[in-house]
Each structure stands twice: as structure tokens, then as C-alpha cells.
């Protein structure tokens, strides 16, 4: 018994001390997206969680020391009279730009294109609080749908000129960030139930794309697993 003990201390060991070597960070934020309207101020959120593993650069042959992955879902926005805005889990025009990982930070930190501080992010994320308005040179992508249930009738909004498709009473559009501890949202399937089938995503992704290269994929741009 007693070498039956002395191997799991030692396992216990060497796990806290991969532990303390290559710890790991989550932090929740609620992106919530405000539209103005002659009716008052239309909201709606979602709770996304943003984790990066750390480990040894040799298990990926020095190509890379951490992963990041986001787990969570679009907003989604009643704006009364069968109108709706949804901001996708992407950035810029045309969803060019699928790193929902970098929401929260470009809210708190100075980013610099093409620099990820991924580590250093999450890490300082996870023991922080506050709001922010949703920073950055590069906006959450919008959207709207005619028909909720037919993701071909999606139409791109523009951030800064919401009124060209909702029409001239939808005044502006602002987004914040806001560091919790809420649970993650799962409630976007319930107004858009073909989330989760790739075909139909796909159908929204064509229109939203419209050719320009990869981008966010048809499915993580409205729902991320954290995988």
C-alpha cells in the first residue's frame, strides 16, 4: 500500500507543478448590443466564456504554447413589429473576421492587428470587472432576418447606418462589454432554431460573405462550442 501512496503523491506533484508551469485562465463577458428606437431602447445579450490552455510548445513541435476557445452564441434583438438585429459572432463587414476572442479585449486593452496576447489577455481578464463600450477599429458584424425561420433571408446592417435596411426610425447602435460571472447564454436556437444544421447556416453565411474569402465559419459565426 504505501508505494500505492507514493505514486500518487507523486503523480499529484508532477500535476501541480504542470499546473502552476502552464495554468490555464477562463473569463465571461456579456456583450449586449443597444439599438435606439422611437419606442425607447431595444437590448438584447449574450454571455460568452473565453479559456486558454497553456502547455509545453514541444506537443504542437514549437508551433504554438496555448489555445483559446470561446463557448457561447450571437445576440439576438426584438425590435417589435417583426423586426430583429442580430450581432454575429464575428467582426467587421461581411463577417470578415471570426475571432470572437477578441471582443472583450479590444474593449480593455490597446490591440494591435496581427500581435494576440492571448495569455496575457484571459489571464488579466479572469481577475478583472467593469464595462466598457465595445472598442476597436473593427464592430461586431449585424444582421437582420425578414423571416427568423429562413436564414436566406438575412441582410447585413451597417453598424453605423443601422436606418439604410431597418428603416429611418431605427436611430443608432452602440455595443458593451461587461466582465461577469452569469452563466453562458443558450437561448438563440430558440428564435433562430437552424443554428446547429450546417446547410442552413450556410445559406445566411453566402449571403453574408458574399465571396469575400473564408472569414468566420457558417456555424461559429452564430454559436461557438469551446472546442
Same mark, same amino acid.
Given at each position: 500500500?504505501?508505494?500505492?501512496?507514493?505514486?500518487?503523491?507523486?503523480?499529484?506533484?508532477?500535476?501541480?507543478?504542470?499546473? =502552476?508551469?502552464?495554468?490555464?485562465?477562463?473569463?465571461?463577458?456579456?456583450?449586449?448590443?443597444?439599438?435606439?428606437?422611437?419606442?425607447?431602447?431595444?437590448?438584447?445579450?449574450?454571455?460568452?466564456?473565453?479559456?486558454?490552455? *497553456?502547455?509545453?510548445?514541444?506537443?504542437?513541435?514549437?508551433?504554438?504554447?496555448?489555445?483559446?476557445?470561446?463557448?457561447?452564441?450571437? #445576440?439576438?434583438?426584438?425590435?417589435?413589429?417583426?423586426?430583429?438585429?442580430?450581432?454575429?459572432? =464575428?467582426?467587421?463587414?461581411?463577417? =470578415?473576421?471570426?475571432?470572437?476572442?477578441?471582443?472583450?479585449?479590444?474593449?480593455?486593452?490597446?490591440?494591435?492587428?496581427?500581435?494576440?496576447?492571448?495569455?496575457?489577455?484571459?489571464?488579466?481578464?479572469?481577475?478583472?470587472?467593469?464595462?466598457?463600450?465595445?472598442?476597436?477599429?473593427?464592430?461586431?458584424?449585424? #444582421?437582420?432576418?425578414?423571416?427568423?425561420?429562413?436564414?436566406?433571408?438575412?441582410?447585413?446592417?451597417?453598424?453605423?447606418?443601422? *436606418?439604410?435596411?431597418?428603416?429611418?426610425?431605427?436611430?443608432?447602435?452602440?455595443?458593451?462589454?461587461?466582465?461577469?460571472?452569469?452563466?453562458?447564454?443558450?437561448?438563440?436556437?430558440?428564435?433562430?432554431?437552424?443554428?446547429?444544421?450546417?446547410? =442552413?447556416?450556410?445559406?445566411?453565411?453566402? #449571403?453574408?460573405? *458574399?465571396?469575400?474569402?473564408?472569414?468566420?465559419?457558417?456555424?461559429?459565426?452564430?454559436?461557438?462550442?469551446?472546442?
Amino acid at each position: 500500500m504505501k508505494w500505492l501512496v507514493a505514486v500518487a503523491l507523486l503523480v499529484g506533484g508532477l500535476y501541480a507543478g504542470y499546473a =502552476a508551469a502552464y495554468p490555464s485562465h477562463v473569463y465571461r463577458y456579456r456583450m449586449t448590443i443597444d439599438v435606439d428606437t422611437p419606442a425607447g431602447v431595444k437590448s438584447g445579450a449574450s454571455v460568452l466564456e473565453v479559456k486558454t490552455i *497553456q502547455y509545453p510548445s514541444w506537443v504542437t513541435l514549437g508551433a504554438n504554447n496555448h489555445s483559446t476557445t470561446v463557448r457561447g452564441e450571437a #445576440v439576438f434583438v426584438d425590435l417589435g413589429n417583426g423586426r430583429n438585429l442580430v450581432a454575429l459572432l =464575428a467582426l467587421d463587414r461581411h463577417a =470578415a473576421d471570426g475571432r470572437a476572442s477578441l471582443f472583450a479585449p479590444r474593449s480593455f486593452f490597446a490591440i494591435v492587428e496581427g500581435n494576440p496576447f492571448n495569455v496575457k489577455w484571459t489571464r488579466e481578464l479572469s481577475s478583472m470587472a467593469g464595462r466598457r463600450v465595445y472598442a476597436g477599429n473593427k464592430r461586431p458584424t449585424l #444582421v437582420t432576418f425578414a423571416d427568423p425561420k429562413n436564414p436566406a433571408t438575412v441582410r447585413e446592417v451597417a453598424f453605423d447606418n443601422p *436606418q439604410d435596411v431597418l428603416g429611418p426610425d431605427i436611430r443608432s447602435v452602440s455595443a458593451w462589454i461587461d466582465l461577469t460571472k452569469d452563466p453562458v447564454t443558450e437561448s438563440l436556437e430558440a428564435k433562430l432554431p437552424w443554428i446547429s444544421r450546417f446547410e =442552413a447556416a450556410e445559406a445566411a453565411w453566402r #449571403v453574408i460573405r *458574399q465571396g469575400k474569402g473564408s472569414g468566420g465559419a457558417p456555424l461559429q459565426i452564430f454559436k461557438l462550442r469551446g472546442e
